[in-house]
Antibody, heavy 117, light 110 residues
Framework: QVQLVESGGGVVQPGRSLRLSCAAS????????MHWVRQAPGKGLEWVAV????????YYADSMKGRFTVSRDNSKNTLYLQMNSLTAEDTAVYYC??????????WGKGTTVTVFS | QSVLTQPPSVSAAPGQKVTISCSGS????????VSWYQQFPRTAPKLLIY???KRPSGIPDRFSGSKSGTSATLGISGLQTGDEADYYC???????????FGGGTKLTVL
C-alpha cells in the first residue's frame, strides 16, 4: 500500500551525526518532492527541508542550514536526512512527507531522535 | 515564534461549531494555498484541508476551510469528542523559500 516508513532514529551524543531514511512504497516515488518535518517533545510541527522530485533543488529551514543535508535515491525509493553537529534542540520525532505543491498529503509514522549526553 | 499565527487553544461544546484562525503575510498565505493538518496525541499529522478549501477523500464535510487576504480559517461543525486534537495550518513562504507551519491549536470539546 501507499506508505512512508522512517528509520534511523536513536539516542546520540551532542556533536555526533545521524542519518535518517524514509522508504517509500505504493507510488511513483520519483514523481514527487519530499519533505522532512520534525516535532520536539510537547511542541508544534517544524519544517526541516524539502527536495524536488529529481533532487535538483533543495531548501532548508534556517536553523538547519549547514548542518542537515537532504538527499534521495530514486532507484531505491528512499529519502535521506543527514544530520551533523547534533544538539539537544534537535531532539524530536522526524517525519517524512510527500509534497503535492502547497500541501503534504502523505506522512510516515516518524522516527525519534534523542540527543543526550 | 511561528511565521503563521494560530490561537493556542479553542473550545466548544459537542454539536457546536468552532473556527481556528491562521494569520500570515503576503509572502505566504497572501499568495499561496493553505493546508490544514489534524494530529492526535502520539500519532502522525493527517491532511485535513488542502488548497485553502478542498477536502481529501474520507474527510467529512463537517470540516471546511477558507482564505481571505493573508488569513485562513478552519471550521469544524457538529463537534464531536473525537475531534479533540491539535490542528496546524501550513503553506509555502515565497520570501523565505521555506515551508511554514502555524504554532498549532489545541481543540477541546467540552
Amino acid at each position: 500500500q501507499v506508505q512512508l516508513v522512517e528509520s534511523g532514529g536513536g539516542v546520540v551524543q551532542p556533536g555526533r551525526s545521524l542519518r535518517l531514511s524514509c522508504a517509500a512504497s505504493g507510488f511513483s516515488f520519483n514523481a514527487y518532492g519530499m519533505h522532512w518535518v520534525r516535532q520536539a517533545p510537547g511542541k508544534g510541527l517544524e519544517w526541516v527541508a524539502v527536495i524536488w522530485y529529481d533532487g535538483s533543488n533543495k531548501y532548508y529551514a534556517d536553523s538547519m542550514k549547514g548542518r542537515f543535508t537532504v538527499s534521495r535515491d530514486n532507484s531505491k525509493n528512499t529519502l535521506y536526512l543527514q544530520m551533523n553537529s547534533l544538539t539537544a534542540e534537535d531532539t524530536a520525532v522526524y517525519y517524512c512527507t510527500r509534497d503535492r505543491n502547497y500541501y503534504m498529503d502523505l506522512w510516515g509514522k516518524g522516527t525519534t531522535v534523542t540527543v543526550f549526553s | 515564534q511561528s511565521v503563521l499565527t494560530q490561537p493556542p487553544s479553542v473550545s466548544a461544546a459537542p454539536g457546536q461549531k468552532v473556527t481556528i484562525s491562521c494569520s500570515g503575510s503576503s509572502s505566504n498565505i497572501g499568495n499561496n494555498y493553505v493546508s490544514w493538518y489534524q494530529q492526535f496525541p502520539r500519532t502522525a499529522p493527517k491532511l485535513l484541508i488542502y488548497d485553502n478549501d478542498k477536502r481529501p477523500s474520507g474527510i467529512p464535510d463537517r470540516f471546511s476551510g477558507s482564505k481571505s487576504g493573508t488569513s485562513a480559517t478552519l471550521g469544524i461543525s457538529g463537534l464531536q469528542t473525537g475531534d479533540e486534537a491539535d490542528y496546524y495550518c501550513g503553506t509555502w513562504d515565497s520570501s523565505l523559500s521555506a515551508w511554514v507551519f502555524g504554532g498549532g491549536t489545541k481543540l477541546t470539546v467540552l
